[in-house]
């Protein structure tokens, strides 16, 4: 059975830093494209960060230079560093693995940055 299970939200005043994780098992990482999503209440899901098998990044131009994504394939693991959050970074994360045909999301995380 695969599982994604997001760790590392929290509450952090603007312009702090957190750092998610997304544990896999049941699946081999090093063959999808991982990617992390978020969604921010009353808005639609929207991509964040993505890395390839590869290790190419890319970004959505709200987090560039702010957001920065990880994989580690021998821990079936990735993360994302967030520094300099902003309110508006307040969202539930979900990390995702893809490749044609076939795709998992995990549960999600709540990242809250508040005052």
């Known amino acids: 059975q695969v599982q994604l299970v997001e760790s590392g939200g929290g509450l952090v005043q603007p312009g702090g830093s957190l750092r998610l994780s997304c544990a896999g098992s049941g699946i081999r990482f090093s063959i999808f494209t991982m990617a992390w999503y978020r969604q921010a209440p009353g808005k639609q899901r929207e991509m964040v960060a993505t890395?390839?098998?590869?290790?190419?990044?890319n970004y959505a131009d709200s987090v560039k230079g702010r957001f920065t994504i990880s994989r580690d394939n021998a821990k079936n693991t990735m993360y994302l560093q967030m520094n300099s959050l902003k309110p508006e970074d307040t969202a539930v994360y979900y990390c995702s693995a893809d490749r044609p045909g076939l795709g998992f999301w995990g549960q999600g995380t709540q990242v809250t940055v508040s005052s």
């Open positions: 890395i390839t098998q590869g290790g190419t990044t």
